[in-house]
């Protein structure tokens, strides 16, 4: 995603990244919704795209830290949680 910003400028992230933040059922209910994603997408700046890929990239993985809780947990997926 980086590099893709870097060599194509943040607006060819519109795509990847609105399949990963609205589901096919809500891009096809609610346009408003996806232009103004698709807005927030193509403003962002080169620097800030590749700040934020090398962040996602960079993450530790968060699964060993769940074996630690040892109070009641609720974990909430929804059905059109892509992420």
């Known amino acids: 995603m980086a590099q893709k ?6 607006q060819s992230l ?3 990244l609105l399949k990963d933040m ?6 096809l209910n609610k346009p408003g919704g996806v232009k103004f994603l ?3 997408v193509r403003q962002a700046s080169v620097a ?3 700040a934020g890929a090398r962040a996602l990239s960079e993450r ?3 699964l060993p830290t769940l074996a630690c809780l040892t109070v ?9 949680d892509t992420v």
């Open 22 to 27: 609205l589901t096919g059922v809500t891009r």
């Open 72 to 80: 009641p947990t609720l974990i909430l997926e929804g059905v059109e």
């Open 14 to 16: 519109v795509g990847e």
């Open 38 to 40: 698709s807005d927030i």
């Open 48 to 50: 800030g795209d590749v």
């Open 5 to 10: 910003a870097v060599t194509y400028g943040p």
């Open 60 to 62: 530790p993985d968060s």
